[in-house]
């Protein structure tokens, strides 16, 4: 009997109202449970914080923002590759990376992807245009499961383009792609997790909840450390892991220009900065000769 991989599959990729609640339902049942016995309590609260923004994201990041980027994606594809679209599917299905084992095709899948995003991630914080639209997600001056799914569409579309790109040229197959949804989509929300763990020995194996929560503190010695979604290895080969001994992460938030608390203002927040970036660009300097007193 073949493996009913779709049955797994299905919630994540076609969500609907009522398997983003059952989902919601079933963290709040683990891991809200987890944070309440294992939270630290030396952690400090640098700002407001909005649950029903969190509320909200629970359910506009799956239903809208994954509706977006799939649309874009279908029509991006559609436009690049026109009418050998086609062809192009037949090589997926039939040769290249299809060929591999499923489970290797997906281990391979989780292992580029993370790659791809760490780097377009670490270009979300040291780009200043891009860090507008990232700032969405380092918002919370919390961190907990609850507020992982604060996205901006944006930073969820040019994310997930820069990683499908490859991965369907490459030619996995589409079970291995979808397969690797569910597990990425476990990571990510325990990672943000409000407890002390570092999973150990697989701390530089797998990202942990304290990994995590140094790449969204506020702390000086903790900005822009721990791109990495999955697998801290890039952190280590390029130079940004960050993961003391014995200390936890404190404060959370963005260190400066904190998006507004509530949704319509967090969607608009980076059009508001990049026009006031446009306008300061665009705004003519004074020769200091011409201004009132500094005259010789």
Same mark, same amino acid.
């Given at each position: ?16 109202? =009522? ?5 919601? /339902? ?10 309440? $016995? ?6 400090? /609260? ?10 909200? !994201? %629970?359910? $506009? ?19 690049? $590759? ?18 591999? #084992? ?15 995003? !760490? %780097? ?10 891009? %860090? ?13 499961? +609850? ?20 991965? !369907? ?27 002390? %763990? ?12 304290? &990994? ?14 721990? !791109? ?11 130079? @940004?892991? &960050? =993961? ?13 220009? *904190? #998006?507004?608390?509530?949704? /319509?203002? *967090?969607?608009?927040?980076? +059009? ?12 003519? @300097? ?7 007193? @500094?005259?010789?």
């Amino acid at each position: 009997m073949p493996f009913d991989w779709e049955s797994i599959v299905h919630p994540f990729a076609h969500p609907t109202p =009522l398997s983003v609640a059952a989902s919601l /339902a079933l963290f709040a049942l683990t891991l809200g449970l987890l944070e309440r $016995f294992f939270a630290p309590r030396q952690r400090e /609260a640098t700002g407001p914080r909005s649950r029903w923004l969190d509320l909200l !994201y %629970w359910f $506009f990041t799956p239903l809208v923002t994954k509706f977006i980027t799939i649309s874009v994606l279908a029509r991006l594809l559609a436009c690049i $590759f026109g009418q050998s679209l086609e062809e192009l599917e037949s090589y997926r299905n039939h040769g290249g990376s299809a060929q591999l #084992p499923l489970g290797l095709q997906v281990g391979l899948v989780l292992l580029l992807g993370d790659f791809i995003h !760490y %780097w377009v991630h670490r270009l979300f914080h040291e780009l200043d245009f891009l %860090w507008p639209v990232h700032a969405i997600h380092h918002s919370p001056t919390e961190l907990d499961w +609850f507020s992982s799914m604060r996205m901006h569409p944006l930073n969820d579309l040019v994310t997930r383009v820069a990683q499908s790109l490859p991965l !369907y040229l490459l030619g996995f197959s589409l079970e291995a792609i979808l397969l690797s949804v569910p597990i990425v989509s476990l990571v990510v929300i325990v990672s943000h997790t409000n407890v002390p %763990w570092t999973f150990g020995p697989l701390r530089w194996v797998i990202v942990s909840p304290v &990994y995590h929560q140094w790449h969204h503190s506020s702390e000086p010695e903790a900005l822009d450390k721990n !791109y990495a979604g999955m697998f801290p290895i890039w952190d280590v080969l390029f130079g @940004t892991s &960050y =993961l003391p001994h014995g200390r936890l992460a404190c404060r959370f938030g963005c260190k400066s220009d *904190q #998006p507004p608390e509530h949704l /319509a203002g *967090q969607l608009v927040h980076p +059009f508001k900065v990049w026009t006031q970036m446009v306008r300061q660009h665009s705004m003519p @300097t004074v020769p200091p000769t011409l201004i009132p007193g @500094t005259e010789k």
